[in-house]
């Protein structure tokens, strides 16, 4: 067992649950000496910037999050969705928590995905105020994170799927071919992506991330099922959003054929 300390996206359970990792338990706290940034950017770009953490001379910087007592196996799980060695580095810290300090792991960027020039999204931003509403962190901290800039929301127009003749993927061919990814009913070999997405091989590689991405929704309640998709079950925000990460599979992958929900 470990403890982990989530001050971004992982402050909030929905959130962290879509990972794969269910905490044993979880406690409110707060990192003395550290501040919030937003400036490790995405995987993908209309992302924006994502949660980070840096050391601060200014005694009333803090850092509040959710410190998590989890099960050593999620800890792989965690350096996958962290990017770690590659976006992130994991350190240990001392929050404090109403019981006393805790020795958790954590975050931070490295800085070769540093940029603070990011802003993060709505969506994210949103995640991140759910779970802190949800884990009755200080009301002022909340305003600020509600009133921070956010990444501008760029316009996608609806996919399409390029009008050539190509192979259908279900899930068992899908496996087969460790370097295409699946997506709302494309698949993509990303076999030539730049260099800062190579970390998504072992990841996104020979599945399907359609419910990933769904449950990374800031609307989401994480339930959504594979049935859901192949039954068209998705709401408006949903379909937009995997647009949105059709685009953008497109842009840095190269498109092979459909995905068939079986």
């Known amino acids: 067992m470990f403890y982990y300390f989530g001050y971004g996206s992982n402050l909030n359970l929905a959130s962290l649950r879509a990972k794969g990792v269910e905490p044993v338990r979880s406690e409110a706290a707060t990192l003395h000496g550290w501040r919030l940034l937003f400036n490790v950017h995405h995987w993908f770009r209309h992302e924006g910037g994502v949660g980070n953490i840096h050391p601060s001379d200014t005694p009333a910087d803090h850092v509040q999050g959710l410190v998590h007592l989890c099960a050593d196996e999620h800890l792989p799980l965690l350096d996958a969705v962290e990017s770690y060695g590659v976006g992130y580095d994991r350190i240990e810290v001392e929050p404090q928590t109403a019981g006393g300090s805790r020795r958790a792991l954590t975050y931070i960027g490295l800085p070769s995905y540093l940029d603070d020039r990011c802003l ?25 994170l509600r009133r921070h800039p956010v990444h501008p929301q760029k316009y996608y127009p609806p ?58 929704l800031d609307t989401s309640d994480g339930r959504e099922t594979l049935d859901d998709i192949k039954c068209g ?27 068939a929900y079986e």
């Not at 994210?124 to 200080?138: F, H, M």
């Not at 079950?233 to 054929?257: K, M, P, Q, W």
């Open 159 to 216: 996919f399409q799927h390029p009008p050539v003749f190509t192979p259908v993927f279900n899930h068992g061919t899908l496996t087969r071919h460790p370097l295409y990814t699946a997506l709302a009913g494309a698949v993509f070999d990303m076999t030539d992506a730049r260099q800062d997405l190579h970390c998504l091989h072992d990841f996104f590689g020979g599945k399907d991330m359609t419910l990933f991405h769904l449950k990374r």
């Open 120 to 144: 993060p999204t709505r969506r994210y931003l949103n995640i991140l105020v759910k779970g802190a509403l949800s884990a009755g962190l200080d009301a002022a901290y909340i305003d600020k």
């Open 233 to 259: 079950r998705i709401s408006a925000a949903g379909r937009n959003y995997l647009n949105a990460y059709l685009h953008e599979y497109d842009t840095e992958f190269r498109y092979v054929g459909r995905y």
